[in-house]
């Protein structure tokens, strides 16, 4: 059972088939411009890239984003978007959900309202469901991971009780988040990183901050 699947609609994966329109490889780009080499950007263009953080809730992505964004190197100008406040705020919310007790996704005109902070690159998003973003959205995914026993505290802290909190508990222990990530993206973008106390999310935040910088390494925009 994933948590809230009332969210998350279909299982289609947007974007597929739009792929070549958008994948614009270093190679391509540098036959593009003559042999000299350009901003590989990724595979689409970007400056800095885009990361997913995902995870059942309460495995403590808002925490790991707030954080992250707090200690971002300045030059990767940094977005975090909480799909969930983002879609209230922009008006992406559908239908409530008595079984789920949270709201339905208008995915398709919350997609739309994602490709422009998407294309400028630096976004962070936060979101417990994975499968219903175009892959080319994402460099990286990361899948933050709790213990059960202190999921289900974290959990009956916010209030969760009776259907809600078994149906998170159950996802965190079928691994269900993870497996989605897994296969709705490249296998090599996906990180698990555990998430069951301070320490270890100051080293997920020393992590994802390395990765950045390796990021922009292997996507570096010199001109030679
Ligand atoms: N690594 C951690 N160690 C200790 N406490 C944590 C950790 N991560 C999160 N918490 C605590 O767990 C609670 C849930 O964290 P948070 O709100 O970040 O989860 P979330 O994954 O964003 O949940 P949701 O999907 O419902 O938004 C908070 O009280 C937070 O302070
Ligand atoms: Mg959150």
């Not at 808002?62 to 100008?77: T, V």
């Not at 490249?186 to 698990?192: A, F, K, P, Q, T």
């Not at 106390?197 to 901050?209: G, H, P, T």
Request: hydrophobic fraction near 30%; charged fraction near 35%; proline fraction near 3%.
């Amino acid at each position: 059972m994933s948590p809230a699947r009332s969210t998350k609609g279909g299982v289609k994966k947007r974007g597929q088939g739009e792929e070549e329109q958008h994948d614009v490889t270093g190679v391509e780009a540098k036959e593009a411009s003559g042999g000299k080499r350009v901003c590989r950007g990724g595979a689409h263009g970007r400056e800095s890239p885009n990361i997913l953080v995902t995870g059942t809730p309460g495995t403590g992505k808002s925490l790991l984003c707030s954080r992250l964004l707090e200690r971002q190197d300045e030059s990767f100008k940094l977005r975090w978007i909480n799909v969930g406040e983002f879609a209230r705020e922009r008006g992406h919310l559908g239908q409530w959900d008595p079984d789920f007790e949270c709201h339905e996704l208008e995915e398709d005109s919350l997609l739309d309202d994602l490709e422009e902070p998407a294309a400028a690159g630096g976004l962070v998003v936060d979101h417990h469901v994975t499968d219903f973003f175009p892959e080319r959205f994402f460099d990286a995914v990361f899948v933050l991971r709790a213990e059960s026993e202190r999921l289900y505290d974290r959990l009956k802290e916010r209030g969760y009780a009776g259907k809600k909190l078994e149906n998170n508990m159950q996802c965190e222990i079928f691994q269900t988040v993870l497996d989605e990530a897994r296969e709705s993206y490249r296998e090599e973008i996906v990180h698990e990183l555990r998430s069951d106390n301070l320490e270890e999310l100051e080293q997920n935040v020393s992590r994802i901050r390395t990765w950045m910088r390796q990021w922009r390494i292997d996507n570096s925009c010199q001109q030679k």
